[in-house]
């Protein structure tokens, strides 16, 4: 296969766990075949070797550095492609919990006396900073979506992204409403795409996928209330993960 039939591809980490990156890795037998498709010049958890010479640039992880931001900002000028991976880089992610704090505190606390050597700055999704072409959503993403958008990417398709609520999911999963046991979920306004996992292994949709299209927040707000959550309690679940409309 010639060069331009495979074309080079980089894997950056930015504030994270760098969860989303195990989670290309753990798709195993699907990696020899991504491997045929492009050539991968830079993934800090795979291998050692880098290269600045790339077309596509997958990006986890949100900004929260002034570093972060330069850095960032370099790769869209080498890239002809970035794609945001998972909810640190499409939303903030679970990074933006700080942005709740003084910084100066934030600081303090994690970090001690060493606190005055720390750099930072609220955290925040990378299309805040540069232009994003294509957005993989969750915490972590889910390797099946990965793999149906990079099938997509290679055949030169458009890749489509769930625009409908998790419960949608939810029922085609046949799950009860966790509303009608107690529980807050924020399905109604998150984007589908996960098979409401969450819901269906007991828990509760907490909005890792970000908001989908045109989310009724206000509705959602006054049901959460109306189930007996207070205003600060709807407020902290409808923003846990950023908040931020994707
Ligand atoms: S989106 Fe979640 S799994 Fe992915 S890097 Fe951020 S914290 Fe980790
Ligand atoms: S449990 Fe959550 S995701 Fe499922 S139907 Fe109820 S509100 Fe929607
Ligand atoms: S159910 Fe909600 S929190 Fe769980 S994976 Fe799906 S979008 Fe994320």
């Known amino acids: 296969m010639r060069d331009f039939e495979r074309p080079k591809a980089a894997?950056?980490?930015?504030?994270?766990?760098?969860?989303?990156?195990?989670?290309?890795?753990?798709?195993?037998?699907?990696?020899?075949e991504i491997l045929k498709r492009i050539e991968?010049?830079?993934?800090?958890?795979?291998?050692?070797?880098?290269?600045?010479?790339?077309?596509?640039?997958?990006?986890?992880?949100?900004?929260?550095?002034e570093e972060e931001i330069a850095r960032v900002t370099k790769i869209r000028e080498r890239a002809d492609f970035v794609v945001a991976l998972g909810a640190c880089a499409t939303t903030g992610g679970l990074n933006c919990l700080k942005n709740r704090f003084p910084m100066d505190d934030?600081?303090?606390?994690?970090?001690?006396?060493?606190?005055?050597?720390?750099?930072?700055?609220?955290?925040?999704?990378?299309?805040?900073?540069?232009?994003v072409d294509y957005r993989l959503h969750g915490c972590p993403i889910s390797g099946k979506e990965f793999l149906a958008f990079f099938a997509d990417l290679v055949m030169g398709r458009s890749p489509r992204t769930p625009n409908?609520?998790?419960?949608?999911?939810?029922?085609?999963?046949?799950?009860i409403c966790v509303f009608e046991k107690g529980m807050y979920c924020v399905g109604p306004v998150t984007r589908a795409g996960?098979?409401?996992?969450?819901?269906?292994?007991?828990?509760v949709c907490w909005g890792c996928r970000g908001y989908v299209?045109?989310?009724?927040?206000?509705?959602?707000?006054?049901?959460?209330?109306?189930?007996?959550?207070?205003?600060?309690?709807?407020?902290?679940?409808?923003?846990?993960?950023?908040?931020?409309?994707?």
């Open 11 to 32: 894997f950056f980490s930015f504030t994270s766990c760098e969860g989303c990156q195990l989670a290309i890795l753990s798709c195993e037998e699907a990696l020899p």
């Open 40 to 65: 991968v010049v830079n993934f800090r958890e795979a291998m050692s070797e880098r290269s600045d010479d790339y077309k596509i640039a997958f990006i986890e992880g949100s900004v929260s550095t």
């Open 106 to 131: 934030v600081k303090r606390i994690v970090y001690g006396k060493d606190a005055g050597q720390i750099e930072t700055v609220p955290a925040r999704p990378i299309d805040s900073v540069i232009k």
């Open 164 to 175: 409908y609520p998790v419960c949608v999911d939810c029922k085609m999963a046949g799950n």
């Open 194 to 203: 996960c098979d409401a996992i969450c819901v269906t292994y007991g828990s």
């Open 213 to 246: 299209d045109d989310p009724n927040v206000n509705a959602h707000r006054e049901t959460l209330k109306r189930y007996g959550l207070t205003a600060k309690g709807v407020a902290q679940k409808l923003d846990l993960y950023g908040g931020k409309k994707q």
